[in-house]
């Protein structure tokens, strides 16, 4: 595919979807959370007003232009490099991607917007959505999602319940567990007591497994892993991505620099992609990407991980 891709990419590996090929709407770190564990890094456009910030026009097209050549995926993400219910026209995006493809639809959100009836009604369309609940009450939240200052918990949390007593389509939970601060006992109580009020079809337990935004959050042990997923009935999400990573990008690098604009990339996977694209001169990609001043290099729990600054 020789286009340049400005709002479609992957397919990236989901252990939870499958072969995800990404949509993404949203100008990159443009979200109402500067999260303590964002893979992006700090969020340096925080913002609380929804808008079209790309002609919904032009993304339609370009999704367009991409089934021509390709079908290889399993569900289309409407994700981002932000929060993507921050997109003013999601529900229309989400109801045209739906005409041209029989593919589900599945939109990845941090829920804080979960508190307008207007983008709980919008989500309604989606054939999975996927909301994240990090903290248990303010305190918690505040520490580790850092919302903008019109975010309350307490809103977020009625509207998810809310969201999920409509919704008819698949409720997936994400909790992100971080040592020192949601995973003992006491938290997982707490989790517990919010779970019984959604109405929800899995809950998935994760831990920041690549370079978090900042240095000083730390992965939960296997121990209280293995704990929270007893107690909350959760699914563990393992610490490598399963399949791999795919683009249409016919030159290699600028296929992996479109991919991890959303989604870094460790130096195994992208080993991996290259040996799947049967490239001859990975070293000298490697290279490259070291020396590339856009590219953040980082050495984290042994293995380097390549994002985009």
Partial sequence: MNMELKYIFGPVPSRRLGKSLGISPIPRKTCNYSCIYCQLGRTDKMTGERKEFFPLKDIINEFKEYLKESFDFDVVTIVGEGEPTLYSKLGELIKEVKKITDKPVAVITNGALLSSKEVRDELMNADIVLPSIDGYNEETAKKIDRPLGTIHFKDELEGLIEFSKEYKGQLLLEIMLISEINCDKNSIGHFKEILK?????????????????????????????????????????????????????????????????RHPMNQFEINSFLNSRKEKLGYNIFEKLESDEKINCILYKGIKTYRLK
């Fill in 197 to 261: 009020k959604i109405k929800y079809d899995k809950v998935y337990l994760n831990t920041p497994v690549r370079p978090p935004a900042e240095s000083f959050v730390k992965v939960v042990s296997q121990e209280e892993m293995k704990y929270a997923v007893e107690k909350l009935g959760g699914i563990s999400i393992d610490m490598l991505s399963s399949g791999e990573f795919f683009s249409e990008i016919e030159d290699s690098y600028e296929a992996i620099l479109n991919i991890i604009r």
